[in-house]
């Protein structure tokens, strides 16, 4: 049946605290005080694509970097990416493709870690429903202080990996169309290799923390914000996970193949976005399964569901440990995705050990090039999820046409399904409660959502709730932050 | 407690260059480090996130210049004191958050400025400063390096 939108009591949240940029979540009530509608919003308007249009493509990756101060580097290789394919060069060299991913496994290092230690941290280590002036980071710095530390140090390290890969923070040119600009020197690794042992064995404390988490308290996370759902990551030509190119792969709820290891040019065959009247941020959809069942989740959940196994042997031990706990079927608990994050941040690491002693990495070979082509597309798994860069350049190299799918975007229905279902859950009678704020803000979470990305703007603003009646009186508000 | 040896004075401009204005604070990072001088270490960055307390920890005093919105012209400069930010995004930590993470994860003491240059316009995706913004910038600069020059940043706030 369908329900009337005007009769219904609409509660906001704006934004979510602790994530990236700002949103906001709209409750929508019936007379019975029962959700009817759950919907994350975003608030500004995207105009990237059009700032793109008209510069020379070889600009491109470092003009990228704009879009968000989180993940420069993830625009800034799939930018790179699908400028290699214009110029004919995306058979990279191997000193050329090794930087690139030496670059890119450091900013999963920095991101997960900033995600773990200080954004999720408090609300595993502490309880969802603990008081929240102690649940935040200064709370973890109190109680857990070599936790804190070990946070802001391991972010450190990859961030250091950054300033040797791609350069400045602000103007990182590393990757460049057909390769990169410079190798790695043996001070530069050397340098790095000296914490490198400590950042191991940090990345496997850390690995044992959501696990044991997410064990101990399996039976009240299972149902949390959870819901079945599809998932697509890139994997490697033999399946392996793969976070800097591969092929794309979907899988539904049960692990059957929806998406057969395509070739990420043809995308728009087999992805397409749905603009709903409410919402800044598209929602895309496996075409063949249409926007009702199409959606499907990415990032690390996805990723370590759809792959076949990691080719690390640390975290391949975890991944198998993972898919245990459901019978090696795909894993659909939303709070999941922490114990697979730090799966990831081990992989990571470990891919960092194995680069940083591969002398290729000192090669001068750093730039390739051949058949130029119009139009292109780059794809790679950022840390938060697929994102997707495709670009149309014409004759006088000025790109012409830019769509950006970004990771947050294609976890856009994902997050709205988890806010519904913890809404449904620990909504009581027309208050806002301090504990239904708390748990959507830890559902959202769980997603690492950057929305200054999926949006295209960056800003921050208070914690505002708003409780509004059938005829959209205001009948509560709340303030937070 | 992981502590560091500190010395020498950081510098840290941050902001979007891609928001007109917002951008003053990377240009300012740009010109010091040209000037290459001494026992200053420069940084920039899109916005302060926590990895910048281990930074500011490694130093005896820390300037972070960033664009302002209200304040006064040209530019302002002023002492900061570190604060426990009970709910922040990693975002966006603000300066005064920083040095309280400085402090409690690292034992810093040191010292930590506020270089707030007046900015006019901050619209989404113009990668240029106003003249005015510019203008203020250098004034601001002039201000800056030479304390910087003489190591120290003892001179009346204004």
Known sequence: ?481 | MTTFDSHGILVIGFGNPAREDDGIGPAVAEEIEKLAIDGIEVDADYQLTVEDAAAVAEHDAVVFVDASIEGDEPYTFTPLAPKREETFSSHSVSPEGVMGLARDLFDSDANGYMLGIRGYSFEMFTEKMTGQAHENMIKAIDFLVPMLRAGSLEKVCQ
Not at chain 1, 76 to 87: F, G, S, T
Not at chain 1, 103 to 126: E, I, N, R, V
Not at chain 1, 189 to 209: F, P
Not at chain 1, 458 to 476: A, F, K
């Open chain 1, 1 to 481: 049946m369908a329900i009337d939108s005007n009769n219904l009591k609409k509660i906001t949240i704006e934004p979510v605290t602790r994530v990236e940029g700002h949103g906001k979540v709209t409750l929508l009530l019936d007379d019975n005080n029962k959700i009817q509608q759950a919907r994350l919003h975003v608030v500004e308007f995207r105009g990237f694509e059009r700032f793109i249009q008209g510069r020379p493509y070889w600009e491109v990756p470092v003009l990228v970097q704009r879009l968000c101060g989180i993940c420069p580097v993830s625009h800034h290789l799939a930018a790179a990416k699908a400028m290699d394919r214009i110029v004919g060069g995306e058979k990279l060299t191997p000193t050329g493709e090794k930087m690139r991913r030496l670059m890119h496994y450091g900013q999963f290092f920095q991101s997960h870690a900033l995600h773990f230690f200080h954004l999720c941290s408090p609300d595993l280590l502490f309880g969802f429903g603990s008081d929240p002036l102690k649940r935040n980071v200064i709370g973890v710095a109190k109680e857990f202080p070599e936790l804190a530390v070990q946070g802001v140090m391991m972010r450190k390290y990859g961030q250091e990996i950054i300033k040797a890969t791609a350069g400045k923070k602000v103007h990182g040119t590393g990757a460049i169309p057909g390769g990169i600009n410079k190798n790695l020197s043996i001070a530069e690794r050397d340098s790095l290799l000296k914490d490198l042992e400590q950042m191991i064995e940090w990345s496997h404390k850390s690995l044992e923390i959501a696990k044991n988490y997410t064990v101990e308290n399996l039976s009240d996370i299972a149902s949390f914000g959870s819901f079945d759902s599809n998932h697509v990551s890139l994997v490697r030509d033999d399946g392996a996970m793969d976070l800097y190119h591969g092929n794309l792969r979907g899988i539904d709820k049960d692990g059957n193949r929806i998406l057969d290891d395509i070739d990420y040019q043809n995308y728009t065959d087999y992805i397409a976005e749905e603009v709903r009247d409410w919402s800044y941020m598209k929602f895309p959809f496996l075409k063949d399964l249409g926007p009702e069942k199409g959606w499907y989740r990415v990032g690390p959940l996805a990723r370590i569901n759809a792959c076949d196994f990691i080719d690390t042997p640390d975290a391949e031990a975890a991944r198998k440990e993972f898919m245990a706990v459901t019978d090696n079927k795909p894993n659909n608990i939303s709070m999941a995705y922490h114990w697979t994050r730090m799966i990831e941040l081990l992989h990571s690491i470990e891919k960092i050990k194995e680069l940083l002693n591969d002398s290729d990495l000192q090669g001068d070979d750093l730039v390739t090039k051949g058949e130029r082509r119009n139009e292109a597309v780059g794809l790679i798994e950022a840390p938060r999820g697929t994102l997707f860069h495709h670009y149309k350049v014409n004759d006088d190299d000025q790109v012409v046409m830019a769509n950006l799918i970004v990771s947050t975007t294609n976890n856009n229905e994902a997050m709205n399904s988890a806010v519904r279902g913890i809404a449904d859950e620990y909504l009581s009678g027309n208050e806002i409660t301090e504990g239904l704020l708390n748990h959507i803000e830890v559902g959202i979470r769980a997603y690492d959502p950057c929305l200054s990305c999926a949006t295209h703007a960056m800003g921050q603003m208070p914690l505002i709730v708003e409780l509004y009646d059938s005829e959209d009186n205001l009948l509560d508000r709340k303030v937070k932050g």
